[in-house]
């Protein structure tokens, strides 16, 4: 699927998402379009369920970037 879809629209799988995050927010369980996290917010590595990330999406700086200890990106 091409990655077409703009921040806030709803998405299925990150490859839906020209950010390339669609974010599970588990307390609205929706799915949408997110920006990746920069420098001193919150991320995640963890994809679930093949292509989707949940409460957080990684750094847009790289995976290298956001340690397990803190779930902060650093750079």
Do not use: N, W
């Amino acid at each position: 699927m091409q990655r077409s879809r703009k921040i806030g629209s709803k998405c299925s799988f990150s490859s839906d998402c020209a950010s390339g995050c669609c974010l599970l927010k588990r307390e609205a369980k929706v799915r949408r379009c997110e920006r990746k996290a920069v420098k001193g917010e919150k991320c995640s590595l963890a994809q679930v369920k093949a292509d989707l990330y949940v409460d957080a999406c990684p750094c847009v700086s790289g995976i290298d970037y956001c340690p397990l200890s803190t779930a902060i990106c650093t750079k």
